[in-house]
């Protein structure tokens, strides 16, 4: 969909409980069902493509990951949808969540958000101009909320090249081809997933909560564009991982 101008937003900046906006980023990382909006035509992982191939036309697995994310970098924007079935015990945090990113940058999106063991709809979840504002039930009006006081990015800095989420792809270690299936529209795609992990440190650039390596695994489509990003680890500071 296109990206529309940001409504004008009025009241102050408020300060939103720290498990929520944290919870919000937190899901934004762990994206599940991934698509570019690019209209480009892209070859496919196994032909020719931006990666170094071998002297058979094939591309190893850390080639895949940094042709993933070349495509990721140089798309017009990225459609997400998230969620997670295992928030654990005691935690505030992000259910579900689905919206656009681009590299103006920006987001614009809706969260559902369980605090207290309730969940509710944070809607609308806009961050544009290196402001982020938020929408809550029982507060009538958009706000403006500062991620930073509760150690959670800008959800638009993930598409930043050097520092957002493709960062993760070219950082992620013994990297293995796994499974190749059929998928997408139509059945038309070939999806491949490749393992991983990432340290710890590199996860907390996106979300400073972040502690401990996570597994990754990623699902890839033959033209190079990231698909699916599952990861496993601890996002939140003296919890099991999730």
Known sequence: RGWASPPVWKGERMRLPHRLVAGVAVGVLG????????????SGVSGNTSADADDDGEVSAD????LARTTFDET????LSLTTSDLPDGVDGLVAAEGVATH??????IATVSLS??????????AVGGKVYASIPGVPITQEIDPQEYG???P?????????????LTATDDVEQGDTVRGG??????????????AGDVVANIIPSAEGDFDVVYTIADNGELREARLTGVFYPDSDPM
């Open 104 to 109: 103006a940058p920006a987001f614009e999106g």
């Open 117 to 126: 063991g309730s969940p509710f709809n944070v809607d609308p979840l806009v």
């Open 63 to 66: 080639e895949v990951l940094a």
């Open 152 to 154: 959670a990015p800008d």
């Open 185 to 198: 529209a139509g059945n038309k795609e070939i999806l491949t997933e490749y393992s991983g992990t990432v």
């Open 31 to 42: 994206l599940i069902g991934l698509t570019g909006c690019s209209d480009d035509d892209s």
């Open 76 to 79: 017009s924007g990225v459609s």
């Open 156 to 168: 638009a800095g993930l598409m930043d090249p050097d520092n957002g989420f493709s960062s993760i």
